[in-house]
């Protein structure tokens, strides 16, 4: 009976590497720059990102004929470590408190947020943020059966502060302006540092809603 090697995650990885630069050897063996340059990069957080580029740049076929398999290895072996070593989830819900149900609807209506109604009854309702990203709006009586603290109040405290990112600036500008016009109050002045700028409101019912716009760009 054969038997069968059961090698580490750590390991393959390894192998890879070690594969990959033989094949890379015989294939850019004349190129000692584009060489020097791929195995600076290749055990780094970017080396995927960097050898696809390499294999896009040069275009050729003993490229893709050796390289790319090595790489969706490479790929598979490195997602298989990150989620092995880190919790990650795939959707987040943010609960908060209100007093009306129907007032708070309106008011974000207005800022134009859309409601999963799947989720929605005479008490709660799901605000949709983006695809994973939601917001659960509970009436006070009914957000008291998740917890047995008290209910803070936002207009005299407060417990979180949620930030949202914008396209732009003037994006920025307007949910605070709609949001101002709809009800809501000014949290704080506005906050301009060049390449982030942010404003804040806070809702009918205290909580305060941060939107930042950041020029990814600068952070790159």
């Not at 409101?201 to 909580?207: N, P, R, Y």
């Amino acid at each position: 009976m054969q038997q069968h090697t059961c090698l580490s995650l750590s390991t393959l990885f390894d192998l890879n590497i070690l594969i990959t630069k033989k094949m890379l050897a015989s294939v850019v063996g004349n190129y000692p720059a584009t060489t020097y340059w791929f195995y600076s990069f290749l055990a780094s957080n970017k080396f995927s990102l960097q050898l696809t580029e390499l294999i896009e740049t040069q275009n050729t076929a003993k490229y893709k004929k050796y390289l790319f398999p090595i790489l969706s290895n490479i790929k598979e072996i490195h997602y298989q470590e990150v989620k092995k070593m880190s919790f990650r989830s795939n959707n987040i819900f943010v609960n908060l408190p209100i007093k009306n149900l129907k007032k708070s609807v309106d008011f974000f209506s207005t800022l134009g947020f859309e409601f999963n109604q799947q989720f929605t009854d005479e008490t709660t309702t799901c605000m949709i943020v983006h695809d994973n990203i939601f917001v659960m709006l509970l009436e006070e009586s009914r957000f008291q059966t998740f917890t047995n603290k008290n209910i803070v109040d936002a207009t005299k405290a407060t417990e979180v502060l949620i930030a949202l990112s914008a396209e732009s600036p003037e994006q920025v500008d307007e949910m605070v302006n709609k949001a101002i016009e709809a009800g809501g109050s000014h949290a704080n002045e506005k906050q301009d540092h060049g390449f982030m700028y942010g404003w804040s409101f806070q809702d009918l019912d205290g909580h305060i809603w941060e939107v930042v716009y950041m020029d990814e760009n600068y952070v790159e």
